[in-house]
C-alpha cells in the first residue's frame, strides 16, 4: 500500500492510506490524539493502581503510542512491559521521515530503535522498560491470558477493518487482561460497544480528543 504524510493540526505526522481511505491518526493532531487516548484515558488511570504495567497494543503502526508511554516510564518512574502487535510493518524510508522526534533529542534513538529491533523477540530498552512486537495478526494470534493490565486498542476503524473489531477479538483480549484491567480506544460505535460488552467488559463513554465527541473506556472486573 501507498502512504502519504499529512501534516496534523498540532504539527505532528498521520499516514494516509488511499486505498483504506484511511489515516493512521486523527488529522486534528496526531500526537494529541495518542496522548488523550492511550495516555492520559489510560495510562494516567493504571498508574493510580500500580507503578508496575504490563501494556498491550494492537496496532504497532508508527510507533507512536510507544514512545510517547516510553517518555511517560522515564517521567513518572514506571516498569512497563510492552507487547504490541503489527501484521503490516511500516517500512524504513517511512519511519525515518516521521517527526514525533527532533533528530537531536534524546528520544530519537529510542523511536530508531522501537521500529529497529528485530520482531517476535524481547528487548530491554533500560530498567524501566521492557519491549516486545510481534508480527502477526490477532486474528491468528492466542494472547497469554491474565498477562495485561491495559491494552491500547488503536485497529484502523471498525468501518475499514470490521474481523479486528469482532466479539472474538476482544473475548481473546478479555481472556488476556488483568482483573481490574483497562481497555481504551478512539471508537465510540455502537457495535463496537456492544462487542465489548458482550464479552464482559464494563464500557464506560469518556470525553473523546478533539474532533471526537467521546470515545471508549472498558473495565475488566
Known sequence: ???????????????????????????YGAKN???????????????????????????????LNALLTYQEAQKHNLKINYSTLEAFPLKDEI???????DKNDTDFKTFRMLHEFPWNKKHQINANFEFFKQEASILELV?????????YFDAFGPDVQPDLWSEKVFLNIYKACKPRAILVT?????????????????IEKIPGPKGKREMIRAVKY
Do not use: W
Open 1 to 27: 500500500m501507498s502512504h502519504q504524510f499529512i501534516i496534523t493540526e498540532d504539527g505532528s505526522h498521520t499516514l494516509y492510506l488511499p486505498e483504506l481511505n484511511e489515516n493512521y491518526h486523527s488529522r
Open 33 to 63: 490524539e495518542s496522548l488523550h487516548v492511550f495516555i492520559q484515558s489510560g495510562l494516567h488511570e493504571v498508574m493510580k493502581l500500580t507503578s508496575t504495567i504490563s501494556i498491550f497494543e494492537m496496532g504497532f503502526g508508527t510507533g
Open 95 to 101: 519511519v525515518s521521515q516521521l517527526n514525533y522526534t
Open 143 to 151: 494472547l497469554p491470558e491474565n498477562s495485561f493490565d491495559l491494552i
Open 186 to 202: 478512539y471508537s465510540c460505535k455502537g457495535d463496537v460497544k456492544r462487542a465489548l460488552k458482550s464479552v464482559g467488559f464494563s
